[in-house]
């Protein structure tokens, strides 16, 4: 697990508003490539929407974000562009309930990338492998389990051999049994080097896997730091309460 000293991701105090309410404020963040980055914080603190900005779901109205030497203005090429560099994985899946496995895996690569399908397919099946469920393939979302419904969506996003994963509470909408089995896959991307910026409150992953904790309360950054460290020696009344509230 290698970080490099080029930089994937930089936030430059950032700054965010949904109508009156200032959401993220003043945000500074550099991601080196190859980091694997957990972000934690309670409920509302603008988690979701710090990485939303980072593919530009989200716009944020003051400061830079620079995505693999990008630039999100308001860009519309752009923004396409760092949206083929960055794939996202978000709680509820999101998968397109009327089409099967194979073919939401396969539909941004012809699409986008003007893949012929055979090439697609083949990709496809590979990360299909590779998330252990290339039997599921020819089935919709709707019969698989949402353990299985998260491993497709990585696979999905891997088709875009994308630069940088971001995950939303990855496993927060699943039946703890299947918790361990999205995980395990997003253990072996961080094994083999992927940028990682993940939003999840399992600790142990963090500890594991992370190179950095980040805490987020109140649209700003609060405290960061090595796990280790980040859990046994908080500097933050706010991160101390949280982590008290959670461990
Ligand atoms: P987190 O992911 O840390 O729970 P979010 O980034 O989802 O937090 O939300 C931060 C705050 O911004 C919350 O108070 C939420 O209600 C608010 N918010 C999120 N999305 C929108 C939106 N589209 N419009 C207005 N307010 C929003
Ligand atoms: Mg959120």
Same mark, same amino acid.
């Given at each position: ?92 899946? &999101? ?8 073919? &939401? ?119 960061? &730091? ?22």
């Amino acid at each position: 697990m290698e970080i490099s000293d080029e930089v994937a991701v930089e936030m430059d105090k950032v700054n965010k508003w949904f109508g009156e309410f200032h959401v993220l404020r003043d945000i500074n963040l550099t991601v080196q490539k190859g980091e694997r980055i957990v972000i934690c914080g309670p409920s509302g603190s603008g988690k979701s929407t710090m990485i939303r900005c980072i593919n530009r779901l989200e716009e944020h109205q003051k400061g830079r974000i620079v995505v693999d030497g990008i630039e999100l203005t308001g860009d519309l090429k752009k923004i396409d562009e760092v949206r083929r560099e960055v794939g996202m994985v978000f709680q509820h899946f &999101n998968l397109f309930p009327h089409l099967t496995i194979m073919e &939401n895996c396969t539909l941004a690569p012809i699409w986008v990338r003007k893949m012929p399908k055979k090439k697609a397919e083949e990709i496809a099946m590979h990360y299909l492998e590779r998330v252990k469920i290339p039997e599921q393939a020819h089935k919709y979302p709707g019969q698989l389990s949402g353990g299985q419904q998260q491993r497709v969506a990585i696979a999905r996003s891997l088709c875009m051999n994308p630069r940088i994963m971001l995950f939303d509470e990855p496993t927060s909408a699943l039946d703890p049994e299947m918790i361990k089995e999205v995980l395990d896959v997003m253990v072996g991307l961080a094994e083999e080097g992927m940028t990682m910026l993940c939003v999840t409150h399992e600790m142990g992953f963090a500890r594991s896997v992370a190179n950095r904790v980040i805490f987020m309360d109140r649209g700003q950054i609060v405290e960061q &730091n090595e796990p280790k460290a980040f859990f046994e020696n908080p500097q933050h009344e706010r991160t101390k309460l949280f982590l008290s509230q959670i461990l």
